[in-house]
């Protein structure tokens, strides 16, 4: 016999690759709401199908406006109404934020159900430190973006996961060789599927493994916290050249001065003899 489910807002983790992951939670629960709201309307009814299940798909994206909002809400106050993402758990870098604060604020139940999650799945592949870290969304597209936060948070004492797409990869490995040389970075990749991959190195030695194994869809970035490893002689050499791959002497310098705590004019002598 199936539970009814009283009206509001259900906030449903769907699979990120493999469709065994839908708990039995999820299932039941769409299977009591009136309708779904989804990021696009064919990704999410193809998991339906998958189900065996036939319900109302309310499209709710990044481009959703305040009147596609109202219309959502007046739904809930009377009915089941559940929030999914393409792939993943809904809010986390999808969707959604707006949606569940007002709803709150009106007084409509808001429910969550646990499940899969990329950053989490990633997380505890990657064999970083784990006791903290520090998820941050995407990367910026833009260069200088891309720098500033990853300085921002390169000083942040935990593993730092970000979310990036296959034909950025290279460019922001390369940022994080510059900005946070010596860094361990570890790349997470076809997550739950047949293919998985999360293979871990230094930001040079994973830009010429996916320069010959050019990867596709959306990745899982992961940076290990500062001062993991103490630094000699020859970890600075080495942080200096994987620094000057990508940056000019006196950049390269700056960018280890700062990793390491080691005098800038210093570093930047040897980076010259290095060059």
Excluded: W
């Excluded at 309310?58 to 993402?85: F, I, K, N, Q, T």
């Excluded at 080495?238 to 310098?253: I, N, V």
């Amino acid at each position: 016999m199936e539970n009814t489910l009283l009206p509001g807002l259900y906030i449903v983790a769907t699979p990120i690759g493999n469709l065994g992951d839908i708990t039995l939670r999820a299932i039941e629960t769409l299977r009591g709401v009136s309708a779904v709201a989804c990021e696009d309307t064919r990704v999410t009814g193809k998991l339906l199908h998958h189900l065996g299940l036939k319900k109302k798909l309310v499209r709710y994206d990044d481009h959703a406006g305040e009147g596609d909002r109202e219309r959502l809400l007046a739904l809930m106050e009377a009915e089941p109404v559940a929030l999914v993402s393409d792939a993943g758990t809904p809010l986390i870098s999808d969707p959604g934020y707006r949606l569940v604060r007002t709803a709150r604020e009106r007084g409509i139940a808001v429910t969550s159900l646990p499940g899969p999650n990329a950053a989490v799945v990633a997380m505890t592949l990657s064999g970083l430190p784990n006791d903290r870290f520090l998820f941050a969304g995407f990367l910026p597209n833009k260069a200088k973006a891309r720098e500033d936060m990853l300085a921002e948070l390169g000083k942040v004492p935990a593993t730092l996961i970000f979310y990036d797409t296959a034909p950025r990869l290279d460019a922001s490995l390369a940022a994080i060789a510059s900005v946070l040389p010596g860094r361990e970075v570890a790349v997470g990749r076809e997550l739950t599927k047949k293919f998985e991959e999360c293979r871990s190195g230094s930001p040079q030695e994973l830009s010429e493994y996916y320069a010959a194994h050019p990867p596709k869809g959306e990745i899982v970035l992961l940076i290990a916290p500062p001062g993991e490893e103490p630094l000699g002689e020859v970890d600075v050499d080495a942080l200096l050249r994987e620094a000057l791959a990508t940056a000019k002497a006196s950049q390269a310098a700056a960018a280890v001065a700062k990793a390491t705590g080691l005098d800038r004019k210093t570093l930047y002598a040897r980076a010259l003899e290095l060059k």
